[in-house]
């Protein structure tokens, strides 16, 4: 077992200007050096002080000549290569889009030329299993796809369903429920390629905005059973993860609000928590990882920084116009280089599909023979070794021996029925009655029989079709053509890596030249010393600006990251208030410390979720379950419980209203109680109500003889008890008894305390 550490593969690939890009006459600002393994980017920001260039080195690059093959053959054989050999191993495409990820994932189909890394590797994997010796396959294929933070299988028939992420402390995360395919050529495995892509552009409206959000992960785990040294069977298991990343622009040009800011954050969310993953990587004093930040980087956990080879291509377009973007991306590139993994090989791990379908195989063929009755029955172990190829000769041979037999032995079954039957029917010395007693039987055994026959032949099939998903190789080795391509892939393979160690060298004697040109500078005069030196310090100078620029770049990208922090920040802060608030306002405290308390917050899924009752009925804080309860599912009425104990009726079943008496509400009102008021002013006051009340006027008395004189008598008398009168009243009852007004009858204007 490897336990070397090993960094992650970073290549560049940068594609040709497209169409629009030349119509528009864009200056392409992307140089790529392939000897030298560099990508040179000429700066033209005017934000910056000197337009200087940017130089990074990866581990491959390629530009936009480069073809599908030579990148699959350099760069991503070896990793599919370790997949078999029963390593994990990862692959993800990642850039702004529109820069070539799927094209470089998935490439164009039926176009031999111009296919991609996956379709690539479908052919990689299954000529390597026929070309295999004394091995035996199993390979599986699952495609999933996360889009806002949801995992929807690709290959389900519900596409509305979403997975969740789970993990077992012996193999890790893993997306539960989701479906894998067998697939036994590589046809097949297309076939699931094609279905799960159809699929991903059936939930969406516009698939080139959909593919630039989601997340798409295509898994071929290969399983493979070899005899080892030590006489024992053993199964290593590779799986090879082929992500298409979301596309990263929107990392840093989001500029949305409100609900957009909250869906780009989440679209997001995988991208950034990815980067974070890298930086904490790469940083060395952080211990935390935050793969848990995110679902794409739960289930990538094991490529960045596991147990795991993996390939980061990273995709950039050559348009000046773009040269941010290329920039972030190389950048983000350029870190996940420093990334160290830790691969090793799978070897016998529990969860292995292999073994379970040796030992199904090996039970339903045991349970065969039983049928069959045959006495020969084999071990129940010997079909594990199947992979070796001698033994799979015998045992086809055995196969065949076996059909026969069986056959000749439900013949001979049938046969000898048969003949009982006969027999019964000739013998005289039965009674009638007897004979059709007899003649049952044997009809009985007869359908029997071929039940058995029957659920034979099902059994049998069943273990061919079994059988018929596990792959095994070698039987064309001795195709000549097959040894001669074989020998061709080989040398090829020893090209790719005789390049890259050209390169290497290459970039190596690169760097020396620089540094024993100094060494062997001797100075001949002091004019010459202050020649070179200052050209050095100028060459020193330049390297000191672009190391100043970049300082700037990673800050400025930092600050606007930090204000994106902030912004979301500010809209959760705003969010909370608004929820604490409601609580505190409409949730009774009693209620509020209810919920707190059973409150807990499930890591596995990340989200809150509620106790059940039951289980903390030891708090005292806790209400109990009501007595008119128990035994039922819901408090019931005293009257719903004698309804149902007097007749079966349903009616009151469900009666859940309680029958309360009537609470009496405490008064809040007094009765109305008069002021007290001195004896002298009740006494004042009473003479003045009867005075006025006193006070009668006869309008018929009045028709003709009254004198001014009679009509002021009631008010000499009023004088009398001394209340004050003013002129204006005197006046105004002379006027209206006035002999000009005597013609309208007269009838008090008013009673009331005060004359008007
Ligand atoms: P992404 O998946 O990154 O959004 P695509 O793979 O869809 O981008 O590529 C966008 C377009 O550019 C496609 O039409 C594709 O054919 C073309 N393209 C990308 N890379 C290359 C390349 N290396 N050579 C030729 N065409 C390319
Ligand atoms: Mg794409």
């Known amino acids: 077992m490897s336990t070397n550490s090993e960094s992650i593969k970073v290549v560049v690939r940068c594609r040709p200007m497209n169409d629009k890009e030349r119509a528009a006459t864009f200056e392409s600002v992307v140089s790529v050096d392939v000897k030298l393994r560099q990508i040179i980017v000429r700066n033209q920001r005017e934000s910056l002080a000197c337009k200087s260039s940017k130089v990074f080195t990866f581990d491959s690059v390629y530009d936009w000549k480069s073809t599908q093959k030579e990148l699959y053959a350099e760069s991503f ?42 379709p690539n590797s479908f052919d990689h994997i299954f000529t390597h299993i026929s070309r295999s010796q004394n091995q035996q396959y199993l390979v599986r294929a699952s495609y999933l796809e996360i889009y806002q933070e949801e995992i929807r299988d690709l290959l389900s028939k519900d596409q509305s369903r979403h997975l969740e992420l789970r993990e077992r402390p012996d193999t890790g995360v893993y997306v539960k429920n989701l479906s894998s395919f067998v697939t036994k050529s590589k046809e097949e495995i297309e076939n699931v390629m094609n279905v799960g892509n159809q699929n991903r552009s059936v939930g969406s409206t516009n698939m080139n905005e959909h593919s630039s959000r989601s997340h798409a992960i295509f898994v071929i785990t290969v399983e493979c059973s070899e005899l080892g040294v030590d006489g024992e069977n053993h199964i290593r298991v590779g799986k090879l993860n082929l992500v298409d990343l979301a596309g990263s622009e929107r990392q840093t040009k989001t500029g949305a609000h409100g609900e957009r800011l909250k869906e780009a954050t989440k679209i997001n969310l995988s991208l950034s928590a990815l980067g974070n993953v890298i930086s904490a990587l790469v940083d060395g004093r952080s211990s935390h990882i935050p793969y848990r930040d995110s679902k794409l980087t739960r289930l990538l956990q094991d490529s960045l920084g596991g147990n795991a080879r993996t390939v980061m291509v990273a995709n950039i377009g050559p348009a000046s116009y ?71 000769e015998e045992e086809h041979e055995g196969d065949d021996e076996d059909e026969d037999n069986k056959e000749d032995y439900w013949r001979e079954q049938q046969e000898m029925l048969e003949r009982e039957r006969k027999a019964i029917m000739e013998d005289h010395s039965l009674v009638a009655e007897e004979k059709v007693q007899l003649l049952k039987e044997k009809e009985k055994k007869m359908t029997d029989l071929k039940r058995e026959e029957k659920e034979g032949e099902l059994l049998a099939t069943k273990i061919k079709t079994m059988e018929s998903k596990l792959l095994v190789g070698g039987k064309n080795i001795v195709d000549h053509t097959n040894e ?44 010459q010393e202050v020649d070179i030196k200052t050209k050095k310090v100028k060459k020193l100078f330049a390297k000191l600006e672009a190391v100043k620029a970049e300082i700037h770049d990673i800050q400025e990208a930092h600050i606007s990251k930090r204000q994106q922090l902030e912004q979301n920040q500010n809209k959760l802060t705003w969010e909370l208030k608004l929820k604490s608030q409601m609580i505190d306002n409409f949730i009774p405290l009693e209620d509020k410390n209810k919920t707190v308390t059973r409150a807990y917050f499930d890591e596995e899924n990340e989200y809150w979720k509620m106790m059940p009752i039951t289980r903390i ?26 309804a149902m104990m007097i007749s079966l009726d349903m009616r009151y079943k469900a009666e859940n209203i309680l029958l309360l008496g009537m609470d009496m509400p405490s008064r809040t009102t007094k009765n109305y109680q008069q002021p007290v008021i001195a004896p002298k002013v009740v006494a004042a006051l009473k003479d003045a109500l009867r005075d006025e009340e006193d006070l009668e006027v006869d309008a018929s008395e009045l028709n003709g003889s009254l004198s001014p004189l009679a009509s002021t008598n009631g008010s ?30 007269i009838y008090p204007q008013s009673r009331g305390l005060v004359p008007k």
């Open 484 to 527: 001669q391509q074989r020998m061709l892939e080989l040398k090829r393979q020893e090209i790719a890596e005789q390049k890259s160690r050209e390169q290497e060298m290459r970039q190596q004697m690169e760097c020396r030249d620089e540094e024993t040109l100094e060494l062997r500078e001797t100075y001949s005069s002091l004019q």
């Open 322 to 392: 773009n040269v941010e973007e290329t920039l972030t991306t190389l950048h983000y590139s350029n870190r996940a280089k420093n990334i160290k993994n830790t691969p090793c090989i799978n070897e016998d791990p529990k969860d292995a599909q292999l073994r379970k379908f040796q030992e199904e195989i090996a039970r339903l063929k045991a349970q065969l023979e039983k049928r069959t009755g045959k006495k020969n029955r084999r071990q129940n172990g010997r079909a594990c070794d199947c992979s070796n190829g001698d033994y799979q």
């Open 716 to 745: 000499i008398r009023k004088s009398k008890s001394g209340r004050p009168r003013t002129s204006k009243q005197l006046n105004t009852r002379t006027a209206s008894c006035s002999p000009h007004n005597l013609t309208s009858p």
């Open 617 to 642: 009925e030891h708090d005292p804080r806790m209400m109990s379950r009501p007595q008119s309860a128990l035994g039922f599912r819901r408090p019931l009425s005293h009257h719903a419980c004698m």
């Open 77 to 118: 054989r070896p990793l599919v290569d370790s997949v078999l050999q029963g390593f994990n191993g990862t692959i993800f495409a990642y850039g702004q889009t529109g820069t070539g990820k799927t094209y470089t994932m998935e490439g164009t189909r039926n176009d031999l030329e111009r296919r991609g890394v996956i």
